[in-house]
């Protein structure tokens, strides 16, 4: 299966323990991973991944919490961004803008 791109979107009702090894698990799932921004309420990240969007959550499974939320999108070759250098360049990368 061709790599897609994705973008996680999620917010942390109360912060645990758990939710540490979200970092490492999204590099596990793509090295290439780049955070958009990350709190301890929530976050956003973008990544490179031959994973379908529910595969992508079974394998965050015991890092988000039941009362956590998440949307995962997969996203199109049309993109914008300002103020964002982080995810332009993770953009540059891997969708080039047309």
């Avoid at 994705?6 to 698990?25: D, G, M, S, V």
């Avoid at 991973?33 to 309420?41: I, R, W």
């Avoid at 990544?47 to 079974?58: C, R, W, Y």
């Avoid at 070759?77 to 540059?92: E, I, S, V």
Wanted: proline letters at 5%.
């Amino acid at each position: 299966m061709q790599k897609r791109n994705y973008l996680l979107l999620f917010n942390i009702t109360t912060p645990q323990r758990e939710h540490a090894k979200l970092k490492p698990a999204l590099l596990d799932l793509d090295p290439d991973a780049a955070f958009v921004y990350f709190d301890k309420h929530g976050g956003a990240a973008l990544m490179h991944t031959h994973l379908a969007a529910g595969q992508i959550e079974d394998r965050l499974i015991g890092v988000f919490l039941n009362s956590d939320r998440r949307l995962i999108v997969e996203l199109g070759p049309d993109w914008h961004t300002f103020g964002l250098d982080k995810a332009a360049m993770w953009f540059r990368r891997h969708r080039p803008q047309k």
